[in-house]
């Protein structure tokens, strides 16, 4: 059984900053790449950013040089850094994480999301 479990989400003013962090836990024996995606009410959830197990990013146009993703491969975390937050980054932010629980079971694991508002 394996747990994501993200913590960091809230309300804030349009250029304000936060960090969501996301926790795996369980039966891993490798975790391969991590990201953030989110879903704002009405549209199509969609990736945020990307980071593979040696540290490779990936993001979305919208959030290149406001936001950055990292990983704490030690403690299986990985994080996401939100600098000038606009009011349309408001939505609901998941973590995903592509797992090894085993040497041949390899599985997607999502966490419960955590809401993200910025008020203009």
């Known amino acids: 059984q394996v747990q994501l479990v993200e913590s960091g989400g809230g309300l804030v003013q349009a250029g304000g900053s936060l960090r969501l962090s996301c926790a795996a836990s369980g039966s891993i024996r490798r975790i391969n790449n991590m990201g953030w995606y989110r879903q704002a009410p009405g549209k199509q959830r969609e990736l945020v950013a990307v980071i593979t197990s040696s540290g490779t990013t990936n993001y979305a146009d919208s959030v290149k040089g406001r936001f950055t993703i990292s990983r704490d491969n030690a403690k299986n975390t990985v994080y996401l850094q939100m600098n000038s937050l606009k009011p349309e980054d408001t939505a609901v932010y998941s973590c995903?994480?592509?797992?090894?629980?085993?040497?041949?079971?390899?599985?997607?694991?999502w966490g419960q999301g955590t809401q993200v508002t910025v008020s203009s």
């Open positions: 995903n994480a592509d797992i090894n629980v085993s040497a041949w079971l390899r599985n997607d694991y």
